[in-house]
């Protein structure tokens, strides 16, 4: 019972082992070339970073670096291919007899444009419900808006909120700045005790500089 399981195994075996030399036949027979190069954009000014260059269904491949600069083993006969999100699908045929064993390329990439179709976007599923929408629509008038923000209590909220300005800010640190110097030369002098301030109020009053008018 167990002999066509045994004989089913075998022969699976077998097909891998004549595989995998036939493979490895097929690769000792081909010279091994190294790819490298530098990927453009289309105007050849910029280089192209990232781009995917692989060989398909052989398990080899790698990116372009920061300035599109590559490097690849290959064989010869092998299709690499090169592409990128936004770029078209570019590919290399490596010759079948090369005498060196390096290729270099410089290789311009073009822009893949796809151009959709003009898409309308309405706020409604059809006309009728938007003109509708429209005539009940409550139309508030500008002027009354412009009139409410522009009254005296509006403008001295906002004068209350304000920040101090640049030359405010500069005033008061230069105060400041003025303050600490002088308190760094003995104790800051009073005015209430001092004798010019006290001669000057008082011909002040006798002059009726504080009478109201």
Do not use: H
Not at 61 to 82: H, I, N, Q, W
Not at 124 to 135: G, L, W
């Amino acid at each position: 019972m167990k002999l066509p399981k045994l004989t089913y195994l075998f022969s699976l075996l077998g097909l891998i082992f004549l595989s995998q030399t036939a493979f490895s036949q097929d690769t000792q027979d081909k010279k091994v070339i190294q790819l490298s190069g530098i990927i453009l954009n289309a105007d050849s000014t910029d280089a192209v970073p990232g781009v995917n260059i692989y060989v398909p269904k052989k398990g080899r491949g790698t990116a372009s670096g920061r300035f599109g600069y590559f490097s690849m083993p290959v064989l010869e006969g092998d299709s690499v291919v090169f592409s990128f999100i936004g770029l078209k699908k570019q590919t290399f045929k490596v010759p079948e007899k090369v005498e060196s064993d390096r290729i270099s390329l410089i290789l311009t990439m073009e822009v893949d444009e796809i151009a959709l179709a003009e898409i309308m976007v309405m706020p409604y599923p059809t006309e009728e419900e938007f003109k509708k929408a429209v005539i009940a629509m409550n139309v508030v008038d500008p002027m009354s808006i412009s009139r409410s923000n522009m009254s005296p209590e509006m403008l001295l909220r906002w004068a209350e909120s304000m920040p101090a300005s640049g030359g405010e800010n500069f005033r008061y640190f230069q105060q400041g700045q003025m303050l600490q110097n002088q308190d760094l030369y003995g104790p800051r002098p009073l005015r209430i005790l001092d004798p010019f301030a006290w001669s000057q109020f008082i011909r002040s009053i006798k002059r009726g500089d504080l009478k109201s008018k």
